[in-house]
């Protein structure tokens, strides 16, 4: 199969080197020269272009671009798509995507390959980045089964578990599960950084260890993309962002009444239900 990445970054760059080692011809398109050039020196693309042009060719197309850019991108990339195309996107958002996005091509699949790490770019691309990760289509009610299909094999090839909902539902969960964390962990990271006493600050960030590392990982990601999903998931995030403040109130009540018992129980209940989201 002849598959077309527009953007070459982390998701982009990873799908690419997954989807050449299965035999796919892929073809990257990137806005700048020097990210075409490496993304050919670093196997994730036969061939690469800054040109739409390009993509003449492909079966499948991948838009891999910030949500900032997606809509301009898809505008320019569709003029030039083989009527049978298929089109989908990575984007972190299904609501606003199938909204702005979904109508301007029949033959489009909403995705979303839930991996990633702190890096970004090109150089943060990496073999098996999906390996049972979640993969979350949200195809509409219009979107013919067969391209449907064609998505989520690629997607299993990937070797991920795949899921479908809808937009409304995605957005809600990952609000949950994904978002809340960003703003938790960055408000954590600017909690430590309040601390007046500078030897006191020094001395906690030398001794910050793996507690610290893995409540703080997400908060120190990319910050274009912790915007991104504040600004195309407000309303969901704004809800999840509420409940947790309330949680911190009741935590914060408790341990100033010193009512240990309570939290005992908190605590407990909290450590029984994480399980149930490490699936």
Known sequence: ??????????????????????????????????????AIARGIADDASVSPSFLRQAEVVFVCTPLGVMETAVDEIVPYLSADAVLTDVGSLKGWVMQAIAPKWANFVGGHPMAGTAESGIEAAQRELFINCAYVLTPMATTPPEVVQ???????????????????EHDRAVAWISHLPV?????????????????????????????FR????????????????A???????????????????????????SDWATLDHHLQATQHHRPNFMQ
Do not use: F, W
């Open 214 to 229: 893995d409540t703080s990982r997400v908060g120190g990601g990319n910050p274009e993309l912790g915007v991104m999903m």
């Open 150 to 168: 064609r998505v989520e094999d690629l997607a299993r090839s990937l070797q991920s578990h795949v899921y479908i909902c809808s937009p409304e």
């Open 183 to 211: 703003m938790v962990s960055a408000s954590l990271i600017s909690a430590c950084l309040s601390e007046a006493d500078k030897p006191v600050l020094e001395l906690a960030k030398k001794l910050a260890s793996s507690g």
């Open 231 to 257: 600004k195309y998931n407000q309303e969901a995030l704004l809800r999840s962002l509420y409940a947790y403040r309330e949680q911190l109130d009741q935590a914060i009540a408790q341990i100033e009444q």
């Open 1 to 38: 199969m002849i598959i077309g990445i527009v953007g070459l970054g982390l998701i982009g760059g990873s799908l690419g080197l997954d989807l050449r080692s299965q035999g796919h011809r892929v073809l990257g398109v990137s806005r700048k020269p020097g990210t075409c050039e490496r």
